[in-house]
C-alpha cells in the first residue's frame, strides 16, 4: 500500500501536477527534503547555478517551487508593480519577538505602513546626521587592528572584525551606544546568537513544513538566545525612552513626536522587533561585503593600487574627515563596490515569493500560489549580461568597452532587491561600506595569512563567511 501511494505521488509530481511541465532534477519533485539537504550543503547557490546552466532559465526546484536565472525575472517578481507576495514562510522566522518585522511581515498593507514610518530615518538628511557615528566606529575598528594585529605582525580573522565593526555601527545608531563588540575584539555569547538565529532562520526558509519538528529539536541554548537578543533589545530600547535625547540617530527619526502622530498605534510597539531585525540583517549583510572586499584587496594588488591613487587625490591627509558625499561621487570606488557586491553577495539564497495569480514570467506562464525566486548567484555569474563573469574587474562598470555589463548587467545585478520589498536600509549600507573602504585602503595593505587561501561564502539562506586571516600593514602617514 505504501509502494502504492509513493509510486502514486511520484507520477503526480512528475506528469500531472501544475509545475511537471517545468524541469528540474528528479528528487527536487518529489522530495520534500531536497531543499533542506541542499541547504545543510552550504553549497545551494552553486548547485542552482549548475542546474540553470543545465535546465535553462526556469527550474523547478522543490515540490511547489520555481528558480528563476534571467535578467527580466527581478522585476517581473520583485519590482513595483508586480502580482508576487512575500511567501508565508517569512512568518516563521524565529526572532523571539511578539510582532512581525519588516522582513517578515508578509501583509503587504502593514508592511506598506510600517516601510513608510521608517523610510525617514533613512532619509538623505537622516544618514548624513548619522555620518560622524559611523566614522567614529570605524576609527575604532581601525585602532583596534592596528593594536591586536600588532601593526601588522599578527593576522586577525576579518570575518570577525568587521561583524565586530557592523553590528557596532548599529548598536549605536539604534541604542545610542555600540554593543562593544570592537572594544572586546571577541565573539561573545549575543553574536553568537545572532549567527545562530541566521542559521536556525535559514532552515525554517528551506523547508517550512518542519516547522514544528525543527522547533521541539532546536536546542535550548537557541532557544535562550534567541530569547536574549529578544530581552537585550528590549533593555536598550526602554534605556533610551527612559533617557531622551537630541542625538539624531536611527532612533531619534523613528521615534520623532510628530512622525508618531501619524502612525498606526501598534508602531510604537513593533520597536523592540524593528531594531532587533535591523541588527539581525543589517549587520550580517554588511560586513558580508566588506569582508569580501577587504579578500579582494589583498588579492588584487593593481586594483588595489589605482584605488588607493583615488582615494589619496581626494583625500590628501589620511587624518582628515572623510565625507560619505564626497566618496559617493568616486568612480572606481563605487566600481569596485559594486563588483565586490556581484561576486561576494550576503543575498546568496533564494528570496521566495508566492503567485497571487497566474503570471508569465520569462515568457512561461507561472500557475497561482507557485513559490518563486530569483537565483541571484546564478544571475551574477551569467555570461549573457557580464563580460569574463569569473573575473573580478571594476572597470566594467565604468569603461566603455564593458557597455554589456553596464546596460544588461545593471539590470540582472540587484544585491539589495527592488520593488516595494527592496532593502529599505540600502543607502545607509553603502555610506558604511564607502566610508569603510575610505578609511582602510588610506591606512592598510591588508595581506592573506595564506596565501593560497581559496575564500568562498557558504549559502544558508544568507552569506556565511569563512575564517579570513588578514595582516594589516599600516600606511606611514595613515592615523586611526
Not at 511520484?10 to 531536497?34: D, E, M
Not at 548624513?128 to 557615528?133: G, K, L, Q, R, V
Not at 536574549?228 to 526602554?238: A, H
Not at 524593528?274 to 539581525?280: E, H, K, M, N, P
Request: proline letters at 7%; charged letters at 20%.
Amino acid at each position: 500500500m505504501l509502494l502504492l501511494a509513493s509510486l502514486m505521488w511520484i507520477v503526480y509530481q512528475t506528469t500531472l501536477c501544475p509545475l511537471s511541465k517545468f524541469p528540474g532534477p528528479f528528487w527536487a519533485k518529489v522530495n520534500p527534503l531536497w531543499p533542506l539537504y541542499q541547504f545543510f550543503t552550504g553549497e545551494r547557490h552553486k548547485t542552482f547555478k549548475h542546474l540553470h546552466h543545465k535546465y535553462g532559465d526556469i527550474v523547478r526546484v522543490g515540490i511547489n517551487e520555481l528558480s528563476v536565472c534571467n535578467v527580466e525575472a527581478p522585476k517581473a517578481i520583485y519590482g513595483q508593480n508586480s502580482n508576487f507576495i512575500k511567501a508565508p514562510r517569512y512568518n516563521m522566522l524565529p526572532q523571539g519577538l511578539k510582532y512581525p518585522t519588516i522582513l517578515s511581515e508578509t501583509d503587504p498593507f502593514v508592511h506598506s505602513l510600517l516601510r513608510k514610518q521608517l523610510s525617514n530615518a533613512f532619509s538623505t538628511k537622516a544618514l548624513h546626521s548619522m555620518e560622524n557615528y559611523v566614522n567614529a566606529n570605524i576609527k575604532a575598528f581601525c585602532y583596534k587592528v592596528r593594536e591586536c594585529g600588532r601593526n601588522g605582525e599578527m593576522a586577525l580573522d576579518m570575518s570577525d572584525w568587521t561583524r565586530f565593526l557592523a553590528f557596532d555601527i548599529l548598536g549605536d545608531l539604534c541604542f545610542g551606544k555600540s554593543f562593544g563588540f570592537l572594544e572586546d575584539g571577541t565573539v561573545n555569547p549575543l553574536m553568537t546568537c545572532i549567527l545562530h538565529n541566521n542559521y536556525f532562520s535559514g532552515m525554517l526558509m528551506s523547508c517550512p513544513g518542519l516547522l514544528p519538528i525543527l522547533r521541539l529539536l532546536s536546542p535550548n541554548h537557541l532557544k535562550k538566545a534567541r530569547m536574549q537578543l529578544g530581552e537585550q533589545t528590549k533593555s536598550m530600547i526602554d534605556e533610551r525612552i527612559a533617557n531622551p535625547s537630541d542625538r539624531k540617530d536611527f532612533f531619534y527619526y523613528i521615534t520623532n513626536p510628530e512622525r508618531l502622530k501619524s502612525a498606526p498605534q501598534y508602531f510604537y510597539a513593533r520597536l523592540q522587533p524593528t531594531c532587533a531585525s535591523l541588527i539581525v540583517a543589517g549587520g550580517g549583510t554588511t560586513s558580508t561585503v566588506i569582508n569580501g572586499a577587504i579578500y579582494l584587496l589583498a588579492t588584487h594588488h593593481t586594483v588595489l593600487e589605482k584605488l588607493h591613487q583615488e582615494l589619496t587625490k581626494n583625500f590628501p591627509d589620511p587624518t582628515c574627515d572623510i565625507e560619505h558625499q564626497k566618496t559617493a561621487n568616486l568612480p572606481y570606488l563605487n566600481a569596485f563596490i559594486e563588483e565586490s557586491m556581484r561576486l561576494f553577495t550576503s543575498g546568496l539564497g533564494p528570496f521566495p515569493r508566492v503567485s497571487s495569480q497566474e503570471n508569465l514570467v520569462v515568457g512561461q506562464m507561472i500557475p497561482r500560489k507557485c513559490v518563486i525566486s530569483t537565483a541571484s548567484y546564478a544571475i551574477s555569474g551569467d555570461p549573457r549580461y557580464f563580460t569574463r563573469p569569473e573575473s573580478f574587474i571594476p572597470e566594467r562598470w565604468t569603461d566603455p568597452g564593458y557597455g554589456r555589463d553596464q546596460t544588461l548587467g545593471k539590470l540582472a545585478l540587484q544585491p539589495f532587491s527592488l520593488g516595494p520589498r527592496g532593502c529599505l536600509g540600502r543607502n545607509m549600507a553603502c555610506m558604511e561600506i564607502r566610508l569603510f573602504l575610505a578609511h582602510f585602503v588610506l591606512q592598510f595593505r591588508p595581506e592573506l595569512k595564506d596565501p593560497n587561501l581559496c575564500y568562498e561564502n557558504r549559502d544558508h539562506w544568507v552569506a556565511f563567511t569563512p575564517p579570513l586571516f588578514i595582516k594589516c600593514h599600516p600606511l606611514k602617514g595613515g592615523s586611526a
